[in-house]
């Protein structure tokens, strides 16, 4: 207002008007100022915008608390959901799974879990089956040497040899049974004793078959060795070799009839190795040992070829455990032949015999 004096504070409010660098005045604008300016309808115009600010804003506020919301409870349902889930799951439910609603990150982990809860399922299921397999396994020997020994205290039976070496063949059949399930369980946490050096395939093999042998003759089945000239060296532990031989060889003569054969092959052989494989430094060829035991029996049902390698497995669940071993050899020889780097297969037709082959990673000629 024309002739208004401010006072200082007003005045350090406004904006300074400088001409030609010289201050001549200072612009201030105050809310008095503006109502003395502004007629009524622009005054309630201004109301208006100033009200529709204030109710965006509070539209606003009210979505982003709605949406705020919809969110936590979008992220923490689910994860309710899979804290009580894996609660039930830790107090041995193990059938319990989450619903998938998403492909987000609270999905993926959904999923996970399921897989998970999957897995446990398997490994509980195989875990009893095999305290199942164990206790029938041990309840057969352990019945019949309980029974000789009750019959020889009450008379029935005399402590002759015959009674006796009976009693200690069962017992020979118990501590195998024993020394095998240890060995398996030193595998399965890698802790199972591997002495390599440098072993000479052809002496390991001749050697196991020369003494098997004796075996072979007795069940009228012929057992032969068939090694290629200078087969190389292998690092390996040449007791644990020996076992995986004896563990096949056992199994080939178990199931071949009277006047059939079983004949052990090795010889030199050589991988191709794909690009991405670092197991020989670069190179696209490796030089491996081959020994394949094949025998004249029945053979082996496709169906039944993928689980041969499985513990405590029989393709005949009728066949007892005198005539169809314990299941437990070919088991420990995978694990064995795997300790060295190496693999192990079967193949068989029905009426045709069956032939398992393993590769170990041969060492280089001179080195």
């Given at each position: 207002r024309l002739g208004q004096r401010l006072d200082p504070d007003e005045l350090a409010d406004g904006l300074p008007i400088t001409v030609r660098g010289q201050r001549v005045g200072t612009l201030v604008v105050n809310s008095v100022m503006m109502g003395t300016m502004l007629g009524a309808p622009e005054q309630e115009f201004l109301a208006r915008v100033n009200r529709a600010i204030f109710l965006a804003g509070l539209a606003a506020g009210g979505l982003a608390l709605i949406v705020g919301s919809l969110l936590f409870l979008g992220i923490t349902a689910p994860l309710r959901k899979l804290t009580t889930a894996a609660q039930r799951i830790a107090a041995g439910d193990l059938t319990q799974?989450?619903?998938?609603?998403?492909?987000?990150?609270?999905?993926?982990?959904?999923?996970?879990?399921?897989?998970?809860?999957?897995?446990?399922?398997r490994a509980e299921t195989v875990r009893r089956n095999?305290?199942?397999?164990?206790?029938?396994?041990?309840?057969?020997?352990?019945?019949?040497?309980?029974?000789?020994?009750?019959?020889?205290?009450?008379g029935v039976y005399p402590p002759s040899p015959?009674?006796?070496?009976?009693?200690?063949?069962?017992?020979?059949?118990?501590?195998?049974?024993?020394?095998?399930?240890?060995?398996?369980?030193?595998?399965d946490a890698g802790q199972l004793a591997i002495h390599k050096e440098r072993t000479d395939v052809a002496d390991v093999v001749q050697s196991t078959v020369t003494s098997l042998r004796p075996q072979a003759i007795t069940k009228g089945v012929t057992l032969l060795a068939d090694i290629a000239p200078n087969v190389p060296e292998v690092s390996a532990?040449?007791?644990?070799?020996?076992?995986?031989?004896r563990n096949l060889l056992a199994n080939a003569l178990r199931y071949t009839p009277n006047g059939g054969s079983v004949e052990v092959h090795v010889t030199e052989d050589q991988v191709v190795l794909g690009a991405g494989s670092t197991s020989c430094t670069g190179q696209s060829i490796y030089p491996y040992v081959r020994i394949a035991i094949s025998d004249s029996g029945l053979g082996i049902a496709p169906e039944d070829l993928p689980h041969v390698f499985d513990r405590f497995w029989r393709g005949d669940k009728s066949r007892s455990r005198s005539g169809g071993g314990a299941g437990l050899g070919l088991a420990i020889a995978?694990?064995?032949?795997?300790?060295?780097?190496?693999?192990?297969?079967?193949?068989?037709?029905?009426?045709q015999g069956a032939t398992f082959t393993f590769l170990l990673p041969a060492l280089r000629r001179g080195a």
């Open positions: 799974r989450v619903i998938v609603h998403s492909n987000d990150e609270i999905g993926e982990m959904s999923q996970a879990f399921n897989t998970m809860a999957e897995s446990l399922a095999l305290m199942a397999d164990v206790a029938h396994e041990l309840r057969t020997p352990l019945s019949v040497v309980q029974g000789n020994l009750e019959a020889i205290l009450d015959e009674t006796i070496a009976s009693i200690h063949e069962e017992t020979v059949l118990l501590s195998r049974l024993v020394n095998d399930l240890r060995d398996l369980a030193l595998a532990d040449p007791q644990r070799l020996e076992q995986v031989l995978r694990q064995i032949v795997e300790a060295h780097d190496g693999r192990i297969w079967a193949e068989s037709q029905v009426g």
